[in-house]
Structure formats: structure tokens, C-alpha cells
């Protein structure tokens, strides 16, 4: 499946995991003090799968479009999820805000020079900025770190 085809609700117990998703391009929705009513009224009206290690919750019949993960561990999350609903992970990769979900969009190199750090401005030639919070993104080590960690879950 694509990460346009698939929205999800991760519910206060998944923080980390929310932020996974959205690494792989995946419109996540995280609210960490949202009631558990609130929650599923979003996630139907936005036609989200809700996310939860909760099982009470996945037992409500309003919360019938939702998983129930099984791990304490963020990998083992990722990879529950990528399994169940057979996920394509390299088309959206980092295609989205890690902090506020939005899709992100190139900006030209000379509009953000004051924004990054001169070593970054001076390797890098392509940058991403979020509308929204106005983060700005590159392709430094950190990403590295993660296509490693990406690795690891998937094999």
C-alpha cells in the first residue's frame, strides 16, 4: 500500500512510533492527551486506522478500524504494522514533518541559508521545509542512521 492510502491515529502510548510512520511518509495523527471518545470521533470523521496497545479500546464497536499492537518495542510496532497492511516503505520516505505531520516541500538552497547551520548550508544542496511549523530538512547523518535502523526492521 501507498502512503497515500493509509491514515492513522497512533494513540498516547505510541509517540515514537507515530514518528516512525511519518519518517516512512505516513499521514500520522498523534495527540498525546486526547480522551479515548475524542479520539476515535477524529479517526472516523478523517478515515484513520487507530493505533493502540489498548485493548478495551479495540474492543469498542466505534473502534472497529483500529489495531492493536502487540509490542512494547517500537521496531516490533513497525514492523507489526508494515506486515499487516503489506507497506511499500520506500516510496514516501521522508516526504513528511516528523513533528507536525504535514507534507513537506522543497525550498532553493539560497532561501534558508540564515535557517541551518553554515557546515550544512556548505555540503548540502537540497533542503525540505515544512509550511506548517517551519522546520527545515536535509540529508545529513541522521537520515543514514535511520535508513540503517529502516534496514534492521524490515530484515
Not at 479517526?43 to 493505533?51: C, G, K, M, P, V
Not at 507536525?100 to 525550498?107: E, V
Not at 517551519?134 to 534496514?151: F, N, P, V
Amino acid at each position: 500500500m501507498t502512503s497515500e492510502s493509509l491514515k492513522f491515529f497512533a494513540d498516547v502510548m505510541l509517540g515514537r512510533l507515530a514518528r516512525w510512520l511519518r519518517i516512512l511518509g505516513y499521514d500520522v495523527a498523534y495527540e498525546p492527551s486526547i480522551l479515548d471518545d475524542d479520539l476515535i470521533a477524529m479517526a472516523i470523521h478523517e478515515h484513520r486506522i487507530i493505533l493502540t496497545m489498548d485493548r478495551k479500546l479495540t474492543e469498542r464497536e466505534s473502534a472497529k478500524n483500529s489495531l492493536l499492537i502487540k509490542s512494547p518495542s517500537y521496531k516490533e510496532q513497525l514492523r507489526q504494522i508494515i506486515t499487516h497492511y503489506n507497506i511499500d516503505c520506500r516510496p514516501g520516505i521522508f516526504t513528511r514533518c516528523l513533528v507536525c505531520n504535514r507534507l513537506l516541500d522543497p525550498i532553493e538552497k539560497d532561501k534558508i541559508k540564515d535557517r541551518v547551520p553554515p557546515y550544512v548550508y556548505s555540503t548540502q544542496d537540497k533542503f525540505d521545509i515544512c509550511r506548517q511549523c517551519q522546520r527545515t530538512y536535509w540529508s545529513g547523518t541522521h537520515r543514514a542512521k535511520m535508513l540503517k535502523l529502516l534496514d534492521e526492521v524490515f530484515n
